[in-house]
């Protein structure tokens, strides 16, 4: 048996945390009868504000159009959000929360798992670890040919308590 390449390993263990960071997460939620996926794309609809399209929505969670608009169909469903056309332009389709889904973005805050799991880093910590992920991130970015895209959640200062919470 060769060598591991850390490559190859730092790889597979960024894809495991994130998939037991998900389903620990998606536990938490479940009390609440919401998906991860469908609490990121309310997240992604407030964050975007005004600027919030089915495209834009797509291109800041790095998600195929078709991909999205399959989930804001279960998200109206679910009575989360509603979509109607555009009047100003044909092609494009306005999309709002509505009361329902605000209020299970009010249930969802409260954020427990997340900030028990995080709990275990260092404010110091926390940063080194948002700018590695960060710059590996970017370069996925380039892989991909998105360089133009301006992906969420983007560390806007280097102070992170300046920024978030």
């Not at 495991?16 to 919401?34: A, C, H, P, Y």
Request: glycine residues 6%; positive net charge.
């Amino acid at each position: 048996m060769g060598t591991r390449n850390i490559n190859v390993a730092l790889w597979e263990i960024f894809q495991n945390t994130s998939v037991l960071m998900n389903k620990v997460r998606q536990r938490e939620l479940n009390q609440f009868g919401i998906t991860l996926s469908s609490l990121s794309v309310l997240n992604m609809i407030v964050e975007l504000g005004a600027a919030v399209t089915l495209s834009n929505i797509a291109r800041q969670m790095g998600l195929e159009v078709h991909t999205v608009s399959a989930q804001l169909n279960r998200m109206v469903k679910e009575g989360w959000i509603e979509k109607s056309k555009n009047r100003g332009k044909r092609n494009l389709m306005s999309i709002r929360i509505t009361d329902k889904g605000y209020e299970i973005l009010d249930k969802t805050a409260g954020r427990k798992m997340i900030n028990s799991i995080m709990s275990v880093l260092t404010d110091e910590e926390k940063h080194r670890l948002w700018q590695i992920t960060n710059k590996i991130r970017e370069q996925c970015i380039i892989e991909l040919g998105r360089m133009s895209y301006d992906i969420y959640p983007r560390l806007i200062t280097d102070d992170l308590a300046t920024q978030f919470e």
